[in-house]
């Protein structure tokens, strides 16, 4: 799978990001986020800055999943950042799940302390502190709550794009970050029936994107008890592997029953005159998917961006030699990319970049592989002579280039990213294929997570890449979950709605671990 | 102005909102913004509740200028909500402007306290507080001394959507709150000139966009040394006329010199080799505009929305009168719809509402007036038969409604449209022009600020409506802009590029408070 330039008559393969996936995988991650300026760290502990390239790629994501919870009848709205600490205290599990690391604010201003630093006002101490925001189901149900007196004034259906914080200790780019760039949505229901079928459809939501737009195949199910949200009756998840075989938690939605209801006062008079409480649902994805757009598809030379979510479809590289062909090739380039920018793409302008400064042409491609952009096309002298251009794709290797005609390059682009948004799920699919296995029993599954050998890199121990996705019937014995927690680090990710074939005859299940019968298969995981 | 359902014969005329304009103008701001749905206060002290309908009205602001920034080569991205102390510590006017009232993050964690609910942990307290950041100068600054190496890496065009953080003590949705969300642009350059430059680009990128989405008509200028950004060479606004006569500052662009330069070391290598400091700017305009936009236009019925900037342009009230009609009202009025949603408007699809809840029409037509939606139409079953419908235009009274074929109303909606978004602008600044007057001398300044008479509304008094825009030479002396402030609450707005006609001869004008020799003319008002 490794490409880029070979040096020396067949040694080893120099590629543009070292280490590679198969050295460090964890090192290769960081290295890839940053050759491709997706983001970096920050002098605050945990909160990283969104490089250009890298929030254009979350603004993507943003703008085709906006059009997608407007279609299914959701509106956005925004509420406050800060959370009162006694909202917290309204709902006990929530509280346990998220009062534990989160920024605290307990004052409103900075005053000269006696060296000459700012401090914070000690007569400026809040009566009550509050909370930066770690997900907002207390506050919007405060709101929820005055809006909703009636049956007519339910669903509400409500979305929120904003920064949350989580203290978080161990931090890595995207993955795990303190703040962090979501989306939340929050709903109010009538009855069970229709906020289960909310929780349900935007799991469907938030799968079709995953497939359709990330080129990333995920399993969705329902979370044990033990991976519940705090507060949650049931929470659903989509689950992707990544290429190191480590699960990637994409997208929750939680039923919420009435627990939070209760807990806020979302009360609302039914078509008989009753008094009852709303069923609500909230559901979010966020910046993480970033790092699962790499870790789904970068490779040893950088990021490759599926071209439906690229910020940037096309770079164009004019070829410059000598001035007294420059004009003639500039004015190719630019009107090359006025018919490529004419084309549509799955509702969106193609979208060209024209890069023309004044770098050697190796320094400016290998940027362009770095950052992942789906389509590089060389233009020099003599292609305009011939009306063609060098066409290179990134799905291919760094080398690899063809001419093509103009005429072929603008009519057939929208097929040629199509084919490669296509190949790229293919092969994030095998690779899940290839790394999801059914288990037989629980020494098979210890077995499939325990690396066979261990390497030494810098002054590290490194387990060699192993395991991946056991499947296995499950009665849901928690004692189970712990245990294997603890001693492997793996987890149940969900219990998945659609199972890949094999493994034993449903109608008659026993749980691998516990022999009990089982009624489900769950999907086991190490995972981010 | 006054328009509405007129009860009796010529009696006092009913308006939705109450109180109007005339009788309690603070007050008629709050139920309009309560009235049109556009936000709310909430739990937490100072901060608002944008609803849907108002969160919209912010998408389309946002939609329209960021087209606007990229379109002059800027980019989008992402710095920590976070502001380590220290960092705000660095520029000393800074610090002394955006130090005193802040939200100050001091721990990390909660714990339970004795009294059993939750306490910070004192184990958790942070060795330095953070900021929730007011603006973001000095923690962008830090990643541009990252990012600024050579001359090559500028200009660094940088922009970022972002909630911060102000601690007010007296608040007004939209006008003034201590959370509000905003666009902030920050720029690095190599030269004084260009940073310069860029300043005075993003100020007309503001003024064209107040001109041509907000149909509000603006004056562009410099501010005085006592109104300049804390750590600021030189800060330039915008200040449109509220129906009050008063100034609002919609919108602020700052050339920072080297100042943010030399705190954060931003520093490059010229082309000459040598080490220097960058040039910045920061530019921004926030939620505030929304504010600006209803009390520009809104009248004593409620918002009235700028059809380039309306969440959607017409909404479609069904009038069902028996089931037999209903299905082929249904038909038409989808069909409508339909062939709307196919015009473009601005290189906007027609957006349309079709509002078929089961409610009193008379209610739902009210609901939408209030809410300012540009047109509505009404299609009952004689419409259909004759192939027209009933439309009314927010521009004009509520009781005005006139048939237009369907024909007409597809092929010319972009013209009304157009028509009444210029028929805003020509009121505004009708407005504007009525109440803005050259001064002669400080007594005639004085008395344009003063009111006439009081009246008493509730227990308060309330000064009539007074004053408006006062233009005079004004040679600069801080002390004239003190006691102005102290004694009526005016204060420069700026000292406007573009003067309207009268006035004195420019070439030879004295400052009419102190009689000093001066080359500008001032814009005095009283502002929010």
């Known amino acids: 799978?490794?490409?880029?330039?070979?040096?020396?008559?067949?040694?080893?393969?120099?590629?543009?990001?070292?280490?590679?996936?198969?050295?460090?995988y964890a090192e290769w991650y960081q290295q890839?986020?940053?050759?491709?300026?997706?983001?970096?760290?920050?002098?605050?502990?945990?909160?990283?800055?969104?490089?250009?390239?890298?929030?254009?790629?979350?603004?993507?994501?943003?703008?085709?999943?906006?059009?997608?919870?407007?279609?299914?009848?959701?509106?956005?709205?925004?509420?406050?950042?800060?959370?009162?600490?006694?909202?917290?205290?309204?709902?006990?599990?929530?509280?346990?799940?998220?009062a534990k690391e989160c920024a605290v604010v307990t004052h409103h201003r900075l005053i000269a302390g006696e060296g000459g630093g700012l401090i914070p006002?000690?007569?400026?101490?809040?009566?009550?502190?509050?909370?930066?925001?770690?997900?907002?189901?207390?506050?919007?149900?405060?709101?929820?709550?005055q809006w909703v007196r009636s049956y007519r004034d339910l669903p509400l259906l409500i979305n929120q794009w904003a920064n949350v914080v989580r203290w978080e200790m161990r931090t890595r780019l995207f993955l795990r970050?303190?703040?962090?760039?979501?989306?939340?949505?929050?709903?109010?229901?009538?009855?069970r029936e229709e906020a289960e079928a909310e929780t349900r459809q935007m799991l469907d939501v938030y799968s079709t994107f995953a497939r359709e737009h990330m080129a990333m195949p995920v399993f969705k199910g329902r979370k044990t008890d033990a991976e519940r949200f705090p507060g949650a009756v049931d929470t659903y998840s989509i689950e992707a592997m990544m290429q190191d075989r480590k699960a990637l938690q994409a997208g929750t939605s939680h039923f919420l029953g009435q627990?939070?209801?209760?807990?806020?006062?979302?009360?609302?008079?039914?078509?008989?005159?009753?008094?009852?409480?709303?069923?609500?649902?909230?559901?979010?994805?966020?910046?993480?998917?970033?790092?699962?757009?790499?870790m789904t598809h970068a490779d040893d030379d950088g990021m490759v961006i599926p071209p439906r979510l690229a910020p940037a479809h096309v770079v164009i590289l004019p070829v410059l030699r000598g001035d007294d062909t420059k004009a003639k090739v500039m004015e190719f380039?630019?009107?090359?990319?006025?018919?490529?920018?004419?084309?549509?793409?799955h509702g969106r302008r193609i979208e060209v970049e024209v890069d023309n400064r004044d770098l050697r042409g190796g320094e400016k491609s290998w940027e362009w592989i770095k950052?992942?952009?789906?389509?590089?096309?060389?233009?020099?002298?003599?292609?305009?002579?011939?009306?063609?251009?060098?066409?290179?794709?990134?799905?291919?290797?760094?080398?690899?280039?063809?001419?093509?005609?103009?005429?072929?390059?603008?009519?057939?682009?929208?097929?040629?990213?199509?084919?490669?948004?296509?190949?790229?799920?293919?092969?994030?699919?095998?690779?899940?294929?290839?790394h999801t296995r059914w288990v037989g029993s629980r020494a098979e599954?210890?077995?499939?997570?325990?690396?066979?050998?261990?390497?030494?890199?810098?002054?590290?121990?490194?387990?060699?890449?192993?395991?991946?996705?056991?499947?296995?019937?499950?009665?849901g014995d928690a004692s189970v979950e712990t245990e294997l927690r603890e001693k492997l680090k793996v987890t149940v990710r969900n219990i998945p709605e659609d199972l890949p074939d094999g493994g034993p005859d449903r109608s008659n299940m026993r749980c691998i671990f516990t022999g009990a019968p089982a009624d489900k298969v769950a999907l086991f995981a190490k995972s981010y």
């Open 1 to 24: 799978m490794t490409k880029g330039e070979s040096k020396g008559g067949g040694a080893k393969v120099e590629t543009a990001i070292k280490p590679t996936r198969a050295d460090d």
């Open 32 to 98: 890839v986020v940053r050759a491709a300026d997706l983001a970096e760290g920050s002098a605050v502990r945990g909160c990283m800055v969104i490089k250009p390239w890298g929030y254009a790629l979350w603004e993507r994501i943003q703008a085709e999943l906006d059009v997608m919870f407007k279609a299914t009848g959701h509106k956005n709205a925004y509420f406050p950042l800060f959370i009162p600490k006694s909202f917290l205290e309204k709902e006990a599990e929530h509280v346990e799940g998220f």
């Open 121 to 145: 006002d000690p007569k400026a101490k809040l009566e009550e502190p509050l909370i930066v925001r770690p997900t907002s189901e207390t506050i919007i149900g405060a709101s929820f709550a």
């Open 177 to 191: 970050t303190a703040e962090f760039l979501w989306q939340e949505g929050h709903t109010a229901h009538a009855t």
């Open 259 to 294: 627990n939070f209801a209760k807990a806020s006062g979302i009360r609302f008079q039914s078509k008989q005159e009753t008094e009852e409480y709303a069923w609500t649902t909230s559901w979010g994805v966020s910046t993480r998917l970033v790092g699962g757009l790499v």
């Open 333 to 345: 380039v630019h009107g090359l990319a006025a018919e490529l920018r004419s084309v549509t793409y």
């Open 371 to 434: 950052r992942g952009i789906p389509l590089r096309v060389e233009v020099g002298p003599r292609d305009v002579e011939a009306g063609s251009a060098m066409l290179s794709r990134r799905d291919r290797g760094t080398r690899d280039k063809a001419s093509i005609s103009r005429v072929d390059l603008v009519g057939t682009i929208t097929s040629i990213l199509d084919e490669m948004q296509a190949g790229l799920y293919a092969r994030a699919l095998a690779h899940r294929t290839e």
């Open 445 to 475: 599954l210890e077995d499939f997570f325990t690396p066979k050998s261990v390497r030494m890199v810098g002054g590290d121990e490194r387990p060699e890449m192993h395991g991946g996705f056991a499947l296995c019937p499950f009665a």
